[in-house]
């Protein structure tokens, strides 16, 4: 270890003016902070903190020599005799903590690891805003005694339309935009679902009734995407079928659904719409949400946005199945699920959900 070039231990006789008392004082602080890097061992730090802290240090006479000085050249040389030892001091402080850790724990690079900063953070995925969505309705229905199920994409043309009282050659099916995977004209073709009804018949002939369902997936339509339309999109079906089921308890479950996602406040519509499957039927709308009724591009400027097609089961699609229309009746609903966060959050246009922006997607 190098020594104050003044000695450390002695006070400098020749210094009689406040330069120069200052100047050694810049002296102690300086070489004593140099040494102090180079210290390894807590012995070492020992026979530091004599030679520039203990009572024969240059430091601590300079400090008891303050009473003799000139009155003028006191309050100076005493404030800086005093930050020279604070800084020493806290140096001093730091360096022990640092070897005693190495002590501790030697294995760690104590320079360079501060232990008790915070973990890096994971960048951990989030929920898409359709499942999130999903998963709402879901629980909704659940709550009110549905059961919830699931079906095949690839879907037999016979559940998809025949069964639905949609045969070949039916006008509705042009409503449908079909992706065919048997284009072959074949009596009973393959084609990617156009909507969640399939799931009506596939349960209804494989359970009687009372039945309270619900099946959410993925649709397909071969159809242009617009700002509420995209080619392939969720729907989830709702079917129940019981003795002495009305429309009045499709109007009260739909009500009650729409409250739940929107508030008692939100207005819901209900106009006569056509489906071959059910009779009679209708569309549901809520009153848009981005405008308040007023008209937007969300709503193309009607105030309102369709959510769902509904009615009464056809009595063909109950016979179909093996279920006796004279006793039994039901309803059934399809609702677009896009349509609910679109309206929630004032989405105002479908694409965006599956065009894989992670601005857009880490909203939610
Ligand atoms: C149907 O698909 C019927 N199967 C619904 C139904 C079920 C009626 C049971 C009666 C009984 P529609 O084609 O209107 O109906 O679609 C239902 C809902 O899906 C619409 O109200 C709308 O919210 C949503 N939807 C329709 N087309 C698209 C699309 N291209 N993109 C996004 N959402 C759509």
New binding site residues.
């Given amino acids: 270890m190098k020594t104050c070039p003044a000695g450390p231990g002695v006070v400098d006789k020749d210094i009689t003016t406040l330069y120069q008392m200052l100047e050694q004082l810049r002296r102690i602080q300086s070489e004593a902070l140099d040494e102090l890097s180079k210290v390894e061992s807590l012995r070492e730090l020992e026979f530091w903190r004599v030679r520039y802290l203990g009572k024969k240090s240059a430091l601590i006479q300079i400090l008891r020599s303050l009473a003799t000085l000139p009155a003028e050249e006191r309050p100076r040389t005493g404030m800086q005799a005093n930050k020279v030892k604070n800084s020493l001091e806290s140096g001093l402080r730091e360096k022990e903590e640092l070897l005693q850790q190495a002590v501790v724990a030697p294995h760690l690079d104590v320079q360079r690891l501060d232990v008790t900063l915070p973990g890096r953070p994971f960048p951990s995925g989030g929920l898409h805003p359709v499942t999130k969505a999903l998963d709402e309705i879901c629980s909704v229905f659940r709550n009110m005694g549905f059961q919830v199920v699931e079906g095949p994409e690839v879907e037999w043309e016979y559940y998809n339309f025949e069964a639905l009282n949609i045969p070949q050659h039916h006008p509705a099916r042009d409503?449908?935009a079909t992706l065919w995977i048997d284009a072959d004209g074949r009596k009973d073709s393959r084609l990617l679902r156009?909507?969640?009804?399939p799931m009506?018949i596939r349960f209804m002939e494989r359970e009687r009734p009372p039945i309270r369902m619900i099946a959410p997936g993925r649709?397909y339509?071969y159809?242009a995407?617009d700002a509420?339309?995209?080619?392939v999109?969720f729907?989830v079906?709702?079917l129940a079928v019981d003795r002495s089921i009305t429309m009045a308890d499709l109007k009260g479950t739909l009500l009650e659904f729409c409250r739940c996602l929107f508030g008692d406040e939100r207005q819901v519509r209900f106009r006569c719409?056509y489906?071959p499957?059910?009779e009679p039927?209708m569309?549901v709308a809520i009153q848009c949400l981005v405008c308040d009724g007023d008209g937007c591009r969300l709503c193309s400027h009607s105030g309102w946005i369709?959510?769902?097609?509904?009615?009464m089961v056809h009595p063909d699609v109950l016979a179909r199945v093996g279920i006796d229309p004279t006793v039994y009746s039901g309803f059934?609903?399809?609702?677009?699920v896009?349509?609910i966060p679109m309206l929630r959050y004032g989405i105002d246009d479908?694409r965006l959900f599956y065009s894989n922006d992670l601005r857009f997607l880490k909203q939610f």
């Fill in positions: 409503r449908f156009t909507h969640t009804s009506q649709v339509r159809e995407t509420t339309h995209e080619s999109f729907m079906e709702g719409d489906f499957f059910v039927g569309e369709e959510i769902l097609g509904a009615g059934a609903f399809g609702l677009g896009e349509r479908i």
